[in-house]
């Protein structure tokens, strides 16, 4: 096939004309048509005028749809699909960002070898040699594995089919970010309630009051933007018979989302299950049709550290709600017994016969592959065990992300062969025999499946918007290139993964075979079902067993770790991320940690005041920041600093608290990581910390 092609015949293909295919960038021809920077337009761009390519953004995997605007070959602006079901037109902060992950000055430019691990020198590396070394690590069959991030969609399927094919171990997923959500532990309690291992969507728009159990969904769980969205509805009066919706959090940090709640329960981290179990008994001797545990609601609350008398009051409140939601999030799963309250949570929205139905939960329609902590624990063991002599790594940097205490280092140590496909220079690509990198997701073909966000169906699509800037490559021609596989490069394997899709029909358009289907799928930005909420079975639910929140010792505290906009790590290279306040502290550019000021004035510490954390598992400094709004036996640390690679922007600032987090599991196989107790030790050093508030103001300081 030609790599150019005419505009006339261009304009053939899309079956447009010229002023609509300059708006829409897509279409068969795209696939074949080399798009070029100022000095060599592309022929169907025009001076002065843009061209918009939808798209899907990569910065999280909630796959929001993305329409870039383009100017005369370069990439100019994001802004959100207005069509695209889970976002609505809307972007988070991260997602504006991505242009700065295409231009970033510190991008891998090309294949290199790197003759020893640790040493930021490299010897470039030819594409056929490349590729010889890959066809050579995939032929070690079950010697070769993969670890794979949470995204894109599309490279996890071609690397299973793959694994599948060669005689390889299935790949490992994982990201710092579903370590937080505690995705795994979400899906095992869905399947063990309703017999579906799929993700919950909770309706907060329809509903009438949200009970959150440590989820912060309006700033980085599972798919803020369009819990943001719904949330908007939520808080909105329509008429005589829908009020304005009441929002109750349990939460030991008061988030953003925390923030804005009408009322806010600082409650002891680890005691969300055992508060669903004594609500679920206040509420059965309201009426509800719930199984009664052995808890007595006194003695629970005094163990979370609320009051009988609140407690209660959310009962009646719940009790009397028309379309009640009750949320269980990644900071109430984060425990031992993180996968009995979920379960427990879960089980308050089955008496009302809300499933399925407005401002009720439902079931994603596509089954869930959450990756747990267990599994990359037993990726690790396979490696000190000698059993992977090449590991393939894409869109994870686990030298950052994992905690220390599970010694990833020292097993790749033991690895003969570590390939990475990283686009940035991560930790991880530090450690890397072979950089072999992937364009950067503008650059890009692919898809995401939509599981988090949306309760229809839906498949988000990823179009190049841009040319390559560098000597990259698409991982999945890069891996089909061993012929292992029966497709001739990445847009015919994609093409593949979308037939049943084609088959299946209902969607937001409709085609009669896959040329006409790709090309609206790239018009459209992906393809959703127009079907509604998928409702979830009913379930008879069995109350678990009470869980007590973990015990004190002296001189210790309770550690909360949570993300911020720059996510797993990966937006501490992008300065705009970088510059924006934090939506708590307005800290910026550096890491913190958060102290109660009566806690802070017993210890004799002060904002600014450098502070050194420690657990049985390691230990990191942090500057001091006085926090009003979290419980005084508590501390939290905000995650996605204290990079030691990833250019510029990102390295030596901050902490990263993964450092501090023991590798201690629960029943889902998720790290239970908000059972870190830590103590805190002054180390007579202050470090200020740029941010936006006044402490004149907030503090009366001079």
Known sequence: MSDSISRRRFLQLTGLGAAAAVMTGCGPASRYVVRRPYTDMPEYARLGESTYYATTCTECPAGCGMIMRTFEGRAIKAEGNPAHPVNSGKLC???????????????????????????????????????????????????????????????????????????????????????????????????????????PFFDVAGADLVISFGANFLE????????????????????????????????????????????????????????????????????????????????????????????????????????????????????????????????????????????GMSLSPAAADAASMKDVQALVDRMNAGQVETLFVHGVNPLFELPAGLNFAGALGKVKRVISFATYPDETALQADLLLPDHSALESWGYQRTLAGTAASAIAARQPVVVPLYDTRSSVDVLLSAG???????????????????????????????????????????????????????????????????????????????????????????????????????????????????????????????????????????????FPAIRPDTLAIPFGQGHTALGRYAEGRGCNPAEVLAPVLNAAGDLALGDTLVSITPTGRRRPLSRYESKVGVYGEH
């Open 93 to 199: 902060s991260r997602g504006l960002t991505a242009v700065q992950g295409l231009y970033n000055p510190d991008r891998i430019k090309g294949p290199a070898r790197r003759a020893k691990r640790g040493e930021e020198s490299l010897a470039p590396l030819s594409w056929d040699e490349a590729l010889g070394e890959v066809k050579t690590a995939l032929s070690a069959g079950v010697k070769t594995a993969f670890l794979l991030g949470l995204a894109p969609d599309h490279l996890y399927d071609l690397v299973s089919e793959l694994a599948e094919t060669a005689g390889t171990a299935k790949p490992v997923r994982y990201g710092a970010l579903g370590m937080f959500e505690a995705r795994a532990t979400l899906v095992e309690a869905a399947r063990q309630l309703f017999g579906e291992a799929r993700f």
């Open 220 to 359: 980085t769980w599972l798919s803020p933007v369009a819990y943001t969205r719904g949330y908007s509805q939520f808080r909105r009066s329509f008429g005589a018979d829908k009020a304005r919706g009441y929002f109750i959090s349990f939460e030991a940090r008061r988030s953003l989302t925390s923030g804005v709640a009408d009322e806010w329960h600082p409650v002891v981290p680890g005691s969300e299950g055992l508060l669903a179990l004594a609500l679920a008994n206040l509420l059965a001797e309201r009426g509800w049709n719930l199984p009664v545990s052995s808890v007595d609601p006194a003695a629970a609350a005094e163990a979370a550290g609320i009051s009988l008398e609140a407690l209660t009051a959310v009962a009646d409140r719940a009790a009397k709600a028309a379309r009640p939601l009750f949320i269980p999030g990644g900071q109430a799963l984060a425990h031992s017994a993180g996968l009995e309250a979920a379960r427990s949570i879960l089980a308050l929205n089955l008496p009302k016969g809300t499933l399925g139905q407005s401002g």
């Open 484 to 626: 292992l596989l029966p497709y001739a490069d990445e847009v015919e394997f994609i093409q593949s993964r979308l037939l049943p899709v084609l088959s299946a029909g209902g969607g937001n358009f409709d085609a009669a075979e896959i040329e006409t289907f790709w090309a609206r799928f790239l018009q459209y930005g992906g393809w959703w079902s127009a079907q509604g909420a998928q409702p979830a079975a009913q379930a008879a639910a069995e109350a678990a067993q009470p869980v007590q929140p973990q015990s004190l010792g002296e001189g210790k505290f309770r550690l909360v770790v949570y993300p911020t906009q720059l996510g797993d790590g990966s937006g501490a290279n992008r300065p705009w991320l970088q510059e924006t306040p934090n939506t708590s502290t307005t800290v910026m550019w550096n890491s913190w940690v958060e102290i109660n000021p009566k806690t802070a004035e017993e210890l004799g510490l002060h904002n600014d005041d450098v502070v050194l954390i420690k657990s049985d598992a390691g230990e990191v400094e942090a500057s001091v920041y006085l």
